[in-house]
C-alpha cells in the first residue's frame, strides 16, 4: 500500500475548503487569534495624523465657553491688623486733658513749654492719674525734683537668711533652766538646749520637771545626744503636758522603731502643734514610715511635722493628714468649727 504525502490532498482542496477545515479544527497550540472562528479582512481607509488631532483639541478647548470662572488676584488681609505695642496705647480722658493745656500754654506764652511746664500741667491732672496712663518717664526726668513718684513698688529680693550653724555655742545653764522648769516660772516660755550634749540622766530630769510645767510652750533639744532610752520620758510628757505647742528632736540618735512610738503617744493630745524629728542618727525603714503615717490620723492638733521622708506614699499620706489639722485649726480660728 502506498502512502501519500498531505501535500497532495491540500493541493486538491480550494481556498474556502481549506478554511471551512481549519475552523473545524481546534489546536490548542494554536494562537487565541488563529483559533477564533470569526475573522475581519477589511482594511483600513483612512489614516490618523495625531499632530493634527492634537492641534484640533487644543483650538476646541480654548473656543468653548465652559469653565470661564477666572478671577483675578486681589491681595486681601484677613484677621486683625498687627500692631505694635507702643500704637496700642489707647488715649484717655487726661491724655486729651494735657494736650489741651499744653497747646493753651503755648498759644500763651508764645514760646516753647520745657520740662518743668510739663511737670507742673502734670500736678495740676494728678499725677497718680497721669502715670496710669502716660509713660512714666515723660512726667519724671532725671536731676529735676519733680515731686512726683511712681505708683509701682520697687521689687526687691529679700535678703537670703543664713543657715543656722548646728556647732553654735549654747550657753545656756542646765540647773538654772531645770529650776525654773520645776518651779514653774512663768518667764520662761521657751526653753532652747540645742547642741548642748546631754546624758540620759539630764535628759530624764528634763521630762520629768516639764510633765507639770504650765508655763513652758517651746521645747527644743536639737543635737543634744538624746537616745531611745529617754523616749519613755517624752512619752509621758506628751500625754500629760497641755501647754507644750512646739517640741524639737532632730539630729539626735533615735532608731525609727522608737520614733513610731512617739507618735502613737499623741492620740490623746490636743495641744501639740508643732514636732520635729528629721535628721536623726539611725535612718527610718520603710514599715517604719508607714507606721508613723497611719499613727498621724489619730491626731487632730499637730500643724507642722518634719521628718526625712524615703517612702512616698507614707509622705503623702503624712502631708494629708496635715493639711486636714490646718483645716481643722482654720476652722477653729474663725469659729466654723
Same mark, same amino acid.
Given at each position: 500500500m502506498d502512502y501519500f504525502q498531505n501535500d497532495d490532498i491540500f493541493s486538491g482542496l480550494s481556498k474556502e475548503e481549506i478554511e471551512q477545515l481549519n475552523s473545524e479544527l481546534c489546536d490548542d497550540l494554536l494562537p487565541a487569534a488563529d483559533r477564533v472562528k470569526y475573522h475581519i479582512d477589511k482594511k483600513g481607509q483612512n489614516t490618523i495624523d495625531k499632530a493634527a488631532l492634537s492641534k484640533w483639541m487644543e483650538e476646541a478647548a480654548i473656543a468653548s465657553q465652559i469653565g470661564q470662572d477666572y478671577v483675578p488676584y486681589v491681595k486681601e488681609t484677613r484677621g486683625s491688623k498687627f500692631v505694635k505695642a507702643d500704637e496700642k496705647k489707647e488715649k484717655t480722658i487726661y491724655d486729651d486733658e494735657f494736650e489741651k493745656l499744653l497747646m493753651e500754654a503755648e498759644k500763651q506764652g508764645g514760646a516753647s513749654v520745657d520740662d518743668e511746664d510739663i511737670d507742673a500741667l502734670a500736678e495740676i491732672l494728678g499725677a497718680s492719674s497721669l502715670l496710669g496712663s502716660v509713660d512714666i518717664s515723660s512726667c519724671s526726668r532725671p536731676g529735676k525734683e519733680t515731686g512726683l513718684k511712681s505708683p509701682i513698688a520697687d521689687a526687691r529680693a529679700e535678703k537670703v537668711q543664713a543657715e543656722v550653724d548646728m556647732t553654735e555655742t549654747n550657753d545656756i545653764e542646765i540647773e538654772e533652766a531645770l529650776g525654773q522648769i520645776k518651779?514653774?516660772?512663768?518667764?520662761?516660755?521657751?526653753?532652747?538646749?540645742?547642741?548642748?550634749?546631754?546624758?540620759?540622766?539630764?535628759?530624764?530630769?528634763?521630762?520629768?520637771?516639764?510633765?507639770? *510645767?504650765?508655763?513652758?510652750?517651746?521645747?527644743?533639744?536639737?543635737?543634744?545626744?538624746?537616745?531611745?532610752?529617754?523616749?519613755?520620758?517624752?512619752?509621758?510628757?506628751?500625754?500629760?503636758?497641755?501647754?507644750?505647742?512646739?517640741?524639737?528632736? =532632730?539630729?539626735?540618735?533615735?532608731?525609727?522603731?522608737?520614733?513610731? @512610738?512617739?507618735?502613737?503617744?499623741?492620740?490623746? *493630745?490636743?495641744?501639740?502643734?508643732?514636732?520635729?524629728?528629721?535628721?536623726?542618727?539611725?535612718?527610718?525603714?520603710?514599715?517604719? =514610715?508607714?507606721?508613723?503615717?497611719?499613727?498621724? =490620723?489619730?491626731?487632730?492638733?499637730?500643724?507642722?511635722?518634719?521628718?526625712?521622708?524615703?517612702?512616698?506614699?507614707?509622705? *503623702?499620706?503624712?502631708?494629708?493628714?496635715?493639711?486636714?489639722? *490646718?483645716?481643722?485649726?482654720? @476652722?477653729?480660728?474663725q469659729g466654723l468649727a
Open positions: 518651779n514653774n516660772d512663768s518667764s520662761l516660755a521657751t526653753c532652747c538646749f540645742n547642741n548642748v550634749q546631754m546624758d540620759a540622766e539630764t535628759v530624764d530630769s528634763v521630762t520629768s520637771a516639764m510633765v507639770r *510645767n504650765t508655763s513652758v510652750t517651746k521645747l527644743e533639744m536639737c543635737n543634744c545626744g538624746v537616745t531611745d532610752s529617754a523616749i519613755d520620758g517624752f512619752i509621758t510628757l506628751l500625754q500629760s503636758n497641755t501647754t507644750l505647742q512646739s517640741l524639737s528632736l =532632730e539630729t539626735n540618735k533615735i532608731a525609727g522603731k522608737f520614733l513610731v @512610738k512617739l507618735i502613737q503617744s499623741l492620740d490623746t *493630745n490636743e495641744t501639740l502643734k508643732e514636732l520635729r524629728i528629721a535628721n536623726q542618727y539611725y535612718s527610718t525603714g520603710v514599715g517604719d =514610715e508607714m507606721a508613723i503615717a497611719k499613727a498621724l =490620723e489619730k491626731n487632730t492638733s499637730l500643724c507642722k511635722f518634719s521628718l526625712n521622708w524615703k517612702n512616698g506614699g507614707s509622705r *503623702n499620706t503624712a502631708d494629708r493628714f496635715i493639711m486636714r489639722n *490646718n483645716d481643722i485649726a482654720r @476652722k477653729k480660728r
